[in-house]
């Protein structure tokens, strides 16, 4: 009973065994990638393991706030940024072991020549409520 | 208004009636949460004289639809009739076979909590779902594979009442959030099975549950914040609970089969017996964390040992017993950093909080250990 984080990135990953970009793949290849991971999605919410998934467009705005309340500074994107986060599944899992099982099931999606990718996935495990009985 | 309370107590009887009566556990579990939905707006001004005679009545008739759309519904009104059974079936023991149902060995943890707060605690699905803060249909899922490996293991109670306590106190004690009190509602299951169980380690869960219950309103401030044992203001400890907690300890304790959940009220017994935390028995605690050990040898027992030892015999002999316990266990270094910080020495215990506060499980908790880090570098910085 343990949320994690299974985060996918665009850049700043190590790379991937099966290292070539997307917009080499054939169309037949992405369809497979895609529905791979529409599958993957909805075998998790069978299990009752689902908890969300979004992606991220690669592009984004650094924003602070500005003093005497002007309004906020905006600036970016930089192409040099060198971890681009291109989006998440949540899973609730009774186990890391099972969260380290289903981002290996994931980090396998089809790629080019139909070849698993082989992708760097980022595990990471959400901070929780605090327990009841600690002594 | 429902007495929402009152109907949940009645949905494990209900599902109890439709099961005696033949109907399937999956399908009349669902059943009976159709019922429970139903009641829950259709009571809304008000509740019906015979509550528990309404929802077998409507639960029924629900199981009859649930099967029509599988053709069998005709089969199933010859087999059973069509008038709803009556709700006059004697429930104690038989509404112990669903508790020990929904905590199969075969299920997981997070399945055979969700299921007991369905069938047992008679909580809706959405409830349940915001309470651990997944989607809806994922909870549903998650509850009817349960249903479906319970099912294939045969309906045998294969549990026992360990397993079922197991549940209960997970219940208890992960952290929660969403409108159902969670810990309140464990203490509620509890209480029923220790009704209908004559069990000493299920009156030491029970006593447990509500000496730690009675610390919660001064566990954190309004805004979340944690606060220490050693700091809770214990005139806000609820005396009534504690007392109550203390005496079915006592009754526990004098059956003489003495077990780990008795043990562990036995500790927070003694906590609750300290008016202030400088008059804490440290000496007893020990005594009954080594007793603790004989039913739980777990690094976690050891862990809250040492700082029990270092209360009663000081940080240095705290250090001694922290040295055996293992490496990697949660919040030990934490509690190195307390017992350098009574051994005087503060800058190695503000390093381990800051340490402590990356390996944190909870923000609160990480909150928590970074504010004690601050604390102790301020101190250093002023001392200058």
């Known amino acids: 009973m343990a949320k994690y984080l299974l985060l996918k990135h665009y850049r700043g990953a190590p790379a991937p065994v099966n290292d070539v970009p997307m917009d080499r793949w054939t169309p037949d290849e992405v369809d497979a990638h895609i529905r791979y991971m529409n599958d993957f999605a909805a075998r998790l919410e069978e299990t009752g393991e689902f908890v969300d998934g979004q992606a991220l467009a690669p592009d984004g705005l650094w924003v602070r706030s500005d003093v005497d309340g002007k309004p906020p500074v905006t600036d970016g994107p930089f192409a040099e940024t060198k971890d681009l986060i291109a989006g998440w599944m949540i899973i609730d899992v009774d186990s890391q072991s099972r969260a380290v099982e289903l981002a290996g099931e994931l980090s396998a999606a089809p790629g080019a020549g139909g070849q698993p990718i082989h992708e760097w996935l980022e595990v990471r495990p959400f901070l929780t409520a605090p327990p009841t009985v600690t002594e | 208004m429902i007495d929402e309370v009152a109907l949940r107590e009645l949905v494990p009887q209900v599902l109890n009636v439709l099961v005696r009566r033949g109907a399937d556990f999956a399908t009349a579990e669902d059943a009976v949460q159709d019922a429970l939905v139903r009641a829950l707006s259709a009571w809304e001004d008000e509740?019906?004289?015979?509550?528990?005679?309404?929802?077998?009545?409507?639960?029924?008739?629900?199981?009859?639809?649930?099967?029509?759309?599988?053709?069998?519904?005709?089969?199933?009104?010859?087999?059973?009739?069509?008038?709803?059974?009556?709700?006059?079936?004697?429930?104690?023991?038989?509404?112990?076979?669903?508790y020990f149902l929904c905590a199969h060995p075969d299920l997981t943890p997070s399945s055979a909590?969700?299921?007991?707060?369905?069938?047992?605690?008679?909580?809706?699905?959405?409830?349940?779902?915001?309470?651990?803060?997944?989607?809806?249909?994922?909870?549903?899922?998650?509850?009817?594979?349960?249903?479906?490996?319970?099912?294939?293991?045969?309906?045998?109670?294969?549990?026992?009442?360990?397993?079922?306590?197991?549940?209960?106190?997970?219940?208890?004690?992960?952290?929660?959030?969403?409108d159902v009190d969670l810990a309140a509602e464990a203490i509620r299951l509890t209480r029923q099975l220790a009704a209908s169980i004559h069990d000493p380690e299920v009156s030491g869960l029970l006593a447990l549950m509500l000496l730690h219950h009675a610390r919660r309103p001064s566990r954190t401030r309004p805004d979340g914040q944690i606060v220490s044992l050693a700091e809770q203001d214990r005139s806000r400890w609820d005396a009534e609970l504690v007392a109550e907690g203390v005496e079915v300890l006592q009754a526990a304790l004098a059956r003489d089969r003495l077990g780990e959940y008795q043990t562990q009220a036995a500790i927070a017994a003694l906590h609750a017996d300290a008016p202030r935390v400088e008059e804490t028995d440290w000496v007893q605690i020990v005594e009954w964390y080594d007793e603790l050990l004989r039913f739980a040898d777990t690094p976690v027992v050891r862990l809250n040992r040492a700082v029990a030892v270092g209360e009663a015999d000081g940080p240095g002999a705290g250090l001694a017993a922290l040295a055996e316990v293992d490496q990697g266990v949660p919040r030990r270094v934490a509690v190195e950093a307390h017992l350098r910080e009574g051994n005087g020495e503060l800058r190695v215990a503000a390093r381990l909080y800051a340490d402590a506060a990356r390996s944190a499980t909870s923000t609160a908790e990480r909150d928590h250990l970074t504010r004690q880090a601050a604390r102790l570098n301020q101190a250093l910085r002023d001392r200058r």
Do not use: C, H
Not at chain 2, 113 to 119: K, M, N, P, Y
């Open chain 2, 47 to 98: 509740a019906p004289r015979d509550a528990k005679g309404w929802l077998v009545t409507v639960a029924w008739r629900a199981f009859l639809d649930r099967t029509r759309s599988e053709g069998a519904r005709r089969e199933r009104e010859a087999r059973f009739g069509t008038e709803p059974p009556t709700a006059e079936v004697p429930e104690v023991d038989d509404t112990l076979q669903i």
């Open chain 2, 113 to 178: 909590v969700a299921l007991t707060l369905r069938a047992v605690g008679g909580l809706t699905t959405r409830q349940i779902a915001e309470a651990y803060l997944v989607p809806e249909a994922t909870m549903a899922q998650r509850i009817s594979r349960a249903k479906r490996t319970v099912e294939r293991a045969g309906l045998e109670p294969g549990g026992d009442v360990r397993t079922v306590m197991r549940v209960l106190y997970l219940v208890f004690n992960e952290g929660y959030s969403g």
